[in-house]
């Protein structure tokens, strides 16, 4: 209910956004505008659902398929600026919003999604969809709104309706609670250095980073080490002290396993037994089942043939590569066996021996604003973009920043906000968003709002962000996503950027391919303070090294694809009392993961599953690895890297059409023919 005496009019969610390009007005908006906002919006959201369902006219595209499709505009807009938020630069206060938020929004999608008078409407438009004279995008959104609501459970019986009102209401409660503890269980660790001494082995610029930390945390004089990704990672790659590298790591892969307010294991096993009793109500075998119905991958054991094709190979090179760190303990007079917070720090030094290469050689080339750079050069040379920094358009950050974003012939195309470095109020790792989906409205084109956030390492006195090799393959992927939201085409909501999970990678991860290109390097790699191009020497080595510890990176992400897919196939009773943890173990034995290596994500602090937008679709990842790498392939074989014909089919294809063509037929189209698993195994070194 609206607050007595609230003026939705002083609300700025609540009015047009009187803005630069309609942005998000984030200095007019407080937390106090949240809740009254999601509850006008969700009343004009159901009246707009009780007039399609009211119409005594026969159902129609337009009066109901059409109709649909454009309801909920205002709790669209509400949402996207709260949840956007609330990933970005949260607080307290948000939090308990969400709270309040989250079983409040569970009833209200429930009441649609399973509004049985709503899914008559569709289906006899559906059953009655080839006389209707649609055109082709017009047929699809009328599949897919129909199959959305039948997998929904809009034909089910009242009963089980009901029951899965209350499983989706608890879901939706236990994925946002597993979320909120492990932001905190990231943010409560803080390894406190106050000896000189043991800061050996660490590069200036890692110390100078820890001594800023330390001062913001009123620590002036000592040095603090987080489990943000900037601050652990270069900690384990480099600090001497074995016993300090253990403790962080602990602190890094115990998250949500400490049996305190924050450990998210009960609330992990409930939520398998929930998404099983939803599955199965839904006519499905197991979660897994009902999720990759409608992927590329069909069904599990796809899923699990193809993780094998890459886990031997894979786990091959990891103990090849565990046995050269275990000689350099031993050529070195260390007493003790590799252990998983040594993996790194050895890492770096077989780097080192082997190709004579080390992050801190390379960084100075990789300025935050270099990176962002050849970024903005990569879709300029693909696709005639131009990037113009718009100081006067709102940020919600003071380190966010601003673009709009032009088409080759200067007409407006999008805006796009960077937000590049952590903090308390972010969760941790890097994903893309958008603030407003590109959309049309009566013909004309509502241009997209979109987002890209990251972790990357802070600047430190007088020196800029200066990121590592994986940070600047992270923004090149994020910023491959952002391209993908630039130009989804499609003249309903439903339809636009409408893409299989395991194909929605493929537009990020081809990026990562340009970032590493000689040519490429050449053209936004130069040395912060002279400005001096990378050198031949270190291409040469970026090149030599491509292949360097990737069957530990192939193991521990795949270890934790089968991790996520065994939880998903697995057959618990609803009496069963599920020890998560040695069910991990279970599933890790079962596989023969070495005990050097742990999977990319434990169970606990899984976040990819903690929702539903990658349970059951971890794998995704390396699945649109095959794709991406043969999609690049493409290009390289082409011999131009921007070749224009392939950038427009693959905009056209692949970014933009997916209102028509989906997974494979969009693939197909582009390229020709089916992707090859070859070019990935070569570009990991796996074959």
């Not at 659902?49 to 709790?75: C, H, Q, R, V």
């Not at 610029?205 to 489990?227: M, S």
């Not at 991990?584 to 994500?601: A, C, Q, T, V």
């Amino acid at each position: 209910m609206l607050m007595s005496g609230y003026k939705t009019e002083t609300n700025p969610l609540l009015k047009e956004f009187d803005t630069p390009f309609g942005v998000p007005p984030f200095h007019l908006i407080q937390e106090s505008h949240y809740m009254p906002a999601f509850e006008e919006a969700m009343k004009q959201h159901k009246a707009e659902i009780d007039a399609i369902i009211n119409n005594k006219s026969e159902p129609t595209f337009e009066n109901t398929i059409l109709a649909y499709d454009n309801a909920g505009e205002l709790l669209g807009k509400v949402s996207s600026v709260f949840f956007g938020l609330r990933g970005a630069n949260t607080n307290d206060r948000m939090t308990e919003i969400a709270r309040e938020l989250t079983p409040k929004m569970s009833v209200h999608n429930n009441e649609i999604r399973l509004n049985q008078e709503l899914f008559e409407r569709f289906k006899k438009v559906y059953e009655k969809r080839n006389s209707l004279n649609l055109n082709e995008e017009q047929m699809i959104v009328v599949e897919k709104i129909y199959r959305d609501f039948e997998r929904a459970g809009a034909a089910l019986p009242k009963d089980k309706k009901e029951k899965l009102k209350s499983i989706n209401e608890r879901m939706s409660m236990i994925s946002l609670t597993l979320g909120d503890n492990l932001l905190k269980e990231t943010n409560n660790f803080r390894l406190v250095i106050d000896n000189e001494k043991d800061l050996a082995g660490l590069p200036a610029p890692v110390i100078a980073a820890a001594a800023d930390a330390a001062k913001a945390a009123g620590l002036e004089g000592k040095w603090v080490i987080t489990l943000h990704n900037p601050s652990w990672i270069p900690f384990l790659q480099n600090s001497s002290r074995r016993y300090l590298r253990e403790k962080v790591y602990k602190a890094y892969y115990t998250r949500g396993d400490n049996n305190n307010e924050f450990d998210n294991k009960e609330l992990f096993a409930e939520l398998m037994k929930l998404r099983l009793e939803m599955a199965n109500i839904l006519g499905f075998n197991n979660y897994a089942d009902n999720f990759l119905d409608i992927q590329m991958a069909q069904k599990p054991e796809n899923v699990y043939n193809f993780l094998n094709q890459l886990w031997k190979p894979a786990l091959e090179r990891a103990k090849a590569e565990r046995a050269q760190m275990q000689d350099i303990i031993n050529r070195e007079g260390g007493n003790f066996k590799l252990d998983s917070w040594d993996w790194w720090y050895y890492a770096e030094k077989l780097r080192k021996e082997k190709y004579d290469l080390d992050d801190a050689e390379l960084k100075p080339y990789f300025s935050i604003e270099n990176v962002k750079n050849g970024n903005f050069l990569l879709a300029q040379k693909l696709f005639g973009l131009q990037f113009v920094k718009r100081p006067e358009i709102p940020v919600y950050h003071e380190e966010v920043e601003a673009y709009e974003v032009l088409e080759a012939d200067g007409s407006h195309l999008a805006i796009l906000y960077i937000d590049p470095h952590p903090r308390p109020g972010k969760r941790g790792g890097a994903w893309c968003g958008s603030y407003r989906s590109g959309s049309y409205k009566d013909s004309e084109r509502i241009s997209p709002v979109v987002t890209i956030v990251m972790n990357f390492t802070r600047p430190t006195g007088d020196q800029p962000a200066l990121l590592t090799w994986s940070e600047t393959n992270t923004y090149f992927h994020e910023f491959g996503h952002a391209l993908h939201n630039f130009f989804a085409e499609g003249q309903y909501k439903r339809t636009a950027r409408s893409v299989p999970r395991d194909f929605v990678e493929l537009p990020s991860q081809i990026c990562e391919n340009w970032a590493g290109e000689p040519e490429m390097l050449k053209m936004y790699a130069f040395h912060y303070k002279n400005g001096e191009p990378i050198p031949d020497k270190l291409i040469d080595k970026i090149s030599k090294s491509s292949h360097f510890n990737q069957g530990f990176k192939t193991v521990e992400y795949v270890a934790a694809s089968f991790l996520d897919m065994d939880w998903h196939t697995a057959d618990f009773l609803k009496t069963d009392k599920i020890d998560v943890n040695a069910f991990e173990k279970s599933s890790m034995r079962k596989i023969g993961l070495i005990d050097e290596i742990i999977p990319r994500y434990r169970t606990t602090y899984f976040n990819h599953i903690f929702g539903t937008g990658y349970a059951a679709g971890y794998y995704v990842y390396i699945w649109a690895g095959v794709l991406d790498s043969d999609a690049f392939a493409a290009f390289k074989e082409s011999g131009d890297l921007f070749n224009q014909e392939l950038a427009s089919k693959f905009r056209k294809y692949i970014l933009g059409g997916n209102n028509l063509y989906e997974g494979m037929d969009a693939y197909v189209r582009f390229r020709g023919k089916e992707p090859a698993i070859d070019p990935l195994l070569e570009r990991r070194g796996l074959k």
